[in-house]
Structures are given as C-alpha cells and as structure tokens.
C-alpha cells in the first residue's frame, strides 16, 4: 500500500488546508467519470482512502505511529466494527475541502460528481446511492416573494409545507426526509434577479423634459417618484430594500426603476410648432 501522504502529494508535515487542497486536486483529477484511463477506479478510491485518514487528527496520529498497513482493508483495524474503518467522507461539511459549497445532500463524492458532470458513476454502489426523494412546489411570484404554506402530496400522503418568504425559482429546500424543488411563475411586469426588482416604467415626452412625479408599483405597495426635468431614456432609480427578502433574514434587496421615455409617432400642428420652437432653442 502507498503512502497516503504520497498518494495525495503532500509532505509529512502538511498543514490540514494543504491537505485539503491536495486532496480536492487529486479527486477531480482522477474521478472515474472524467478520467478514463484503467487506472482511474483504484486511484480515485486511494486518494479518498488517504484523505478519510489524513483529515482526521485522530486517524492522522495513528498513522504516523502506525503507517498505512493498519489502515487496509485486510488489516485488523479496517474491520466495519473498527474505529478506522473506511467511509466516504461528507464533501460538503465542516473541515472539508467543499465546505461552503451547497451539494444539496449528496455525502458520496460518486453522487457529488454525477451532480457535477450530469454522469452517474458506474463504480458506486446501490446502497452509497441511496437518494433522498425530491417533489416539485410550483409558486406564483408574490407566495415565492412572501411566503406560503402549500398542501401537497408527499409519498402518498398528504402534507402541509412552509415555503419561507424570498425563495427563487430552481431553490432547493431540505425537510426532514424529502427535499422540494420550487418552481416560481414570472410576474407580468416585475422582472427578477436575485433578490433584485428591476421594473421598466414608461413616462411621457413632457414629463421627461419638464420633470414632475409618477407612479409606480412595488411588491410592497405604490410609491411616488419624482422626475427631475432632462431625464433620459435607461435613466434607471434605486429605491433601497424594496426589493426581495432574504429567506430567513431580515435582509432585503433593492427595486429598480428604469425610465422609458413614450414618443408618440404623431403630434399636433399646435405640438409640433412648440417642438419645432425647442429644436432651434437646442
């Protein structure tokens, strides 16, 4: 058996980060699904073997006072009822060299780079591949914006979810044993980026050149906003926190107000002699 430090290139000495970023390396290298020489297989399942242990103080300690043949699987200390038996390390947890990404509750690096690569890996077993049961919620936007408590069929019963305000189309939401993929239908007007509100709101020629005040709607109510005189097409207003609310946060987004300026195609004698009277002025 090789060196666990040699098979994730790292020294004796390594910090837990440069294991960490060892070990990330050598997966993505030499993950079956990618990698498709022989020798794939048995180096991706040494390179976890070596991190199971590495990443572990207390497996690390007895490895360097023991090496890596207390560690196979034929070695006593490899028995499924031993304190270093071999298990799949939890990709997405504390300590780990994904921590902070979201993999959604996939452990098995074999479902993790299926997630990845769109690939189910032909190397994972049945019972490493035991999936949690996913269920679609559909929303319209303002229960995705504020929230909702949705009735619906959950493996044959019926169940009541709470879906927390501020949810996007494609969020994945974790209950206890199911997982629930949430749709949310466009809104009419409201157009939506992240947390973000972006509404496009046409006004008139006069009004752009004169100024004044207009109108406008948001997903808490009606505001009046004031138009200063020149305003320009694309000519676009923040209006802070009246955007979408973090789930579970107090947090909000922002709205914006992009100005589109209406020029009818036809006008008046009387307005086309003042319009002919501001040309020349300009």
Do not use: C
Not at 58 to 71: M, Q, V, W
Not at 187 to 207: A, C, M, N, T, V
Not at 243 to 250: A, C, F, H, K, Q
């Amino acid at each position: 058996m090789r060196d666990f430090y040699e098979v994730l290139g790292v020294s004796k000495n390594a910090s837990d980060q440069e294991i960490k970023t060892a070990y990330r390396k050598q997966a993505l290298k030499w993950h079956p699904d990618r990698n498709k020489t022989s020798e794939a297989e048995e180096r991706f399942k040494e390179i976890n073997k070596a991190y199971e242990v590495l990443s572990d103080p207390r497996k690390r300690s007895s490895y360097d006072e023991l090496g890596p043949e207390a560690f196979s699987r034929s070695g006593a200390a490899s028995s499924s009822q031993g304190p270093f038996s071999y298990t799949y390390t939890n990709f997405g947890g504390q300590g780990s060299p994904f921590e902070g990404i979201n993999f959604e509750g996939f452990s098995d690096p074999f479902e993790i780079f299926e997630q990845f690569f769109g690939v189910r890996s032909p190397f994972s077993s049945s019972r490493s591949r035991s999936r949690r049961s996913v269920f679609q919620v559909v929303l319209d936007f303002d229960e995705a914006v504020r929230g909702a408590e949705k009735q619906t069929v959950i493996k044959g019963e019926s169940k009541k979810i709470r879906i927390p305000a501020g949810v996007d189309d494609g969020t994945r939401i974790r209950f206890s044993d199911f997982d629930v993929l949430v749709k949310v239908n466009p809104h009419p007007y409201f157009k939506r980026d992240g947390q973000d509100i972006y509404l496009e709101k046409e006004i008139s020629y006069p009004l752009a050149v004169l100024g004044g005040s207009v109108e406008v709607p948001t997903i808490h109510g009606k505001v009046r906003l004031k138009i200063r005189p020149g305003t320009q097409v694309g000519t676009t207003v923040r209006l802070r926190g009246e955007g979408i609310p973090y789930p579970n946060s107090s947090r909000k987004g922002d709205q914006y107000v992009i100005y589109r300026i209406n020029i009818p195609e036809r006008v008046s004698s009387k307005v086309r002699r003042i319009l002919e009277e501001l040309k020349t002025e300009a």
